[in-house]
Protein backbone atom coordinates (compact mmCIF):
# COMPACT_ATOMS: atom_id res chain seq x y z
CA UNK A 1 0.00 0.00 0.00
CA UNK A 2 1.23 3.21 -1.30
CA UNK A 3 0.15 6.64 0.20
CA UNK A 4 1.06 6.38 4.17
CA UNK A 5 3.70 9.82 4.99
CA UNK A 6 4.32 8.82 8.63
CA UNK A 7 4.75 5.87 10.45
CA UNK A 8 1.56 3.96 10.85
CA UNK A 9 0.92 3.45 14.76
CA UNK A 10 -2.24 1.35 14.01
CA UNK A 11 -4.40 -0.39 11.85
CA UNK A 12 -7.82 -1.98 11.74
CA UNK A 13 -9.97 -4.34 9.45
CA UNK A 14 -14.29 -3.24 9.42
CA UNK A 15 -15.85 -6.40 10.12
CA UNK A 16 -16.71 -7.49 6.50
CA UNK A 17 -13.18 -6.81 5.73
CA UNK A 18 -13.60 -3.93 2.66
CA UNK A 19 -12.47 -1.27 5.07
CA UNK A 20 -8.96 -0.66 6.45
CA UNK A 21 -8.10 2.39 8.18
CA UNK A 22 -4.40 2.74 9.31
CA UNK A 23 -3.68 5.73 12.06
CA UNK A 24 -0.36 7.47 11.73
CA UNK A 25 2.03 9.68 13.92
CA UNK A 26 1.19 12.69 11.70
CA UNK A 27 -2.41 12.38 13.17
CA UNK A 28 -3.93 11.25 9.61
CA UNK A 29 -6.12 8.49 8.90
CA UNK A 30 -6.00 6.69 6.06
CA UNK A 31 -9.03 5.07 4.99
CA UNK A 32 -8.73 2.18 2.18
CA UNK A 33 -10.98 0.18 0.32
CA UNK A 34 -10.20 -3.54 0.21
CA UNK A 35 -12.70 -5.31 -1.64
CA UNK A 36 -10.04 -6.34 -4.34
CA UNK A 37 -6.78 -6.81 -1.90
CA UNK A 38 -4.83 -6.85 -4.80
CA UNK A 39 -5.45 -3.25 -5.28
CA UNK A 40 -6.29 -1.37 -2.43
CA UNK A 41 -7.90 2.35 -3.12
CA UNK A 42 -7.58 5.39 -0.78
CA UNK A 43 -11.28 6.29 -0.07
CA UNK A 44 -10.43 8.99 2.08
CA UNK A 45 -7.57 11.08 4.58
CA UNK A 46 -8.88 11.52 7.70
CA UNK A 47 -7.54 14.46 10.13
CA UNK A 48 -7.21 14.20 13.86
CA UNK A 49 -6.00 17.46 15.71
CA UNK A 50 -3.10 18.31 14.10
CA UNK A 51 0.49 17.29 14.97
CA UNK A 52 -1.44 14.32 17.29
CA UNK A 53 -0.44 10.66 16.54
CA UNK A 54 -3.55 8.66 16.04
CA UNK A 55 -2.24 5.60 18.56
CA UNK A 56 -5.49 3.70 17.89
CA UNK A 57 -8.21 2.85 15.28
CA UNK A 58 -11.06 0.95 15.75
CA UNK A 59 -14.77 0.40 13.71
CA UNK A 60 -17.95 -0.54 15.13
CA UNK A 61 -19.55 -4.14 14.63
CA UNK A 62 -21.68 -2.70 11.85
CA UNK A 63 -18.63 -0.51 10.34
CA UNK A 64 -20.74 2.47 10.06
CA UNK A 65 -18.64 4.99 12.71
CA UNK A 66 -14.83 4.79 13.26
CA UNK A 67 -13.49 5.44 15.89
CA UNK A 68 -9.14 7.28 16.86
CA UNK A 69 -7.63 7.34 19.80
CA UNK A 70 -5.25 10.59 19.72
CA UNK A 71 -2.33 11.32 21.81
CA UNK A 72 -3.91 15.08 22.24
CA UNK A 73 -6.39 12.91 24.71
CA UNK A 74 -9.16 12.59 22.61
CA UNK A 75 -11.35 10.09 20.39
CA UNK A 76 -12.56 11.49 17.38
CA UNK A 77 -15.67 9.62 15.36
CA UNK A 78 -16.73 9.57 12.10
CA UNK A 79 -19.84 8.53 10.61
CA UNK A 80 -19.04 6.13 7.64
CA UNK A 81 -22.69 6.00 6.34
CA UNK A 82 -20.64 7.21 2.78
CA UNK A 83 -16.53 5.71 3.48
CA UNK A 84 -15.52 7.99 0.34
CA UNK A 85 -16.99 11.42 2.36
CA UNK A 86 -16.47 10.41 5.96
CA UNK A 87 -18.43 12.51 8.36
CA UNK A 88 -16.62 13.89 11.77
CA UNK A 89 -19.21 14.13 14.51
CA UNK A 90 -18.38 17.27 15.85
CA UNK A 91 -15.88 17.70 18.83
CA UNK A 92 -14.04 14.52 19.68
CA UNK A 93 -14.50 12.97 23.24
CA UNK A 94 -12.28 14.23 25.65
CA UNK A 95 -11.88 13.99 29.68
CA UNK A 96 -8.42 11.76 30.58
CA UNK A 97 -5.30 13.21 32.09
CA UNK A 98 -3.15 11.27 29.92
CA UNK A 99 -2.42 9.20 26.61
CA UNK A 100 -5.48 7.45 25.11
CA UNK A 101 -3.80 4.50 23.57
CA UNK A 102 -6.40 1.69 22.65
CA UNK A 103 -10.21 2.08 21.26
CA UNK A 104 -12.35 -0.42 20.89
CA UNK A 105 -15.82 -0.95 20.45
CA UNK A 106 -18.28 -2.68 23.19
CA UNK A 107 -21.87 -3.12 23.20
CA UNK A 108 -22.06 -0.96 19.93
CA UNK A 109 -19.96 2.05 21.89
CA UNK A 110 -16.69 2.96 21.67
CA UNK A 111 -14.35 2.29 24.63
CA UNK A 112 -10.83 3.80 25.14
CA UNK A 113 -8.22 2.40 27.61
CA UNK A 114 -4.99 4.24 28.83
CA UNK A 115 -2.35 2.86 30.76
CA UNK A 116 -0.76 5.14 33.74
CA UNK A 117 2.79 4.20 35.44
CA UNK A 118 0.37 1.95 38.00
CA UNK A 119 -1.16 0.05 35.23
CA UNK A 120 -4.71 0.94 36.26
CA UNK A 121 -6.48 1.24 32.89
CA UNK A 122 -9.30 4.19 32.30
CA UNK A 123 -12.28 3.90 29.97
CA UNK A 124 -14.18 6.77 28.05
CA UNK A 125 -17.61 6.15 27.41
CA UNK A 126 -19.80 7.03 25.03
CA UNK A 127 -23.67 6.70 24.77
CA UNK A 128 -24.38 6.37 21.25
CA UNK A 129 -21.98 7.29 17.94
CA UNK A 130 -24.60 9.68 16.76
CA UNK A 131 -25.06 13.31 16.43
CA UNK A 132 -25.54 15.76 18.95
CA UNK A 133 -22.13 16.26 19.85
CA UNK A 134 -20.75 13.13 21.95
CA UNK A 135 -19.81 13.95 25.58
CA UNK A 136 -17.37 11.16 27.54
CA UNK A 137 -17.32 10.46 31.32
CA UNK A 138 -14.44 8.98 32.12
CA UNK A 139 -14.38 6.05 34.42
CA UNK A 140 -12.18 3.79 36.77
CA UNK A 141 -12.02 -0.18 35.92
CA UNK A 142 -10.41 -2.86 38.15
Known sequence: MTGLTSVVESVAFSQNGRLLAAG???????????????????????QTTEGAQAFSVAFSRDG????????????????????GQPTRLREPLSGPTSYLYHVIFQSGRPDVSRRERRRRSTAVGHEQPTPPPATGQAVDRP
Not at 24 to 46: E, F, I
Open 24 to 46: STDGTVQLWDTADPRRPKVLATL
Open 64 to 83: LTLAVASADRTVWLWVLANP
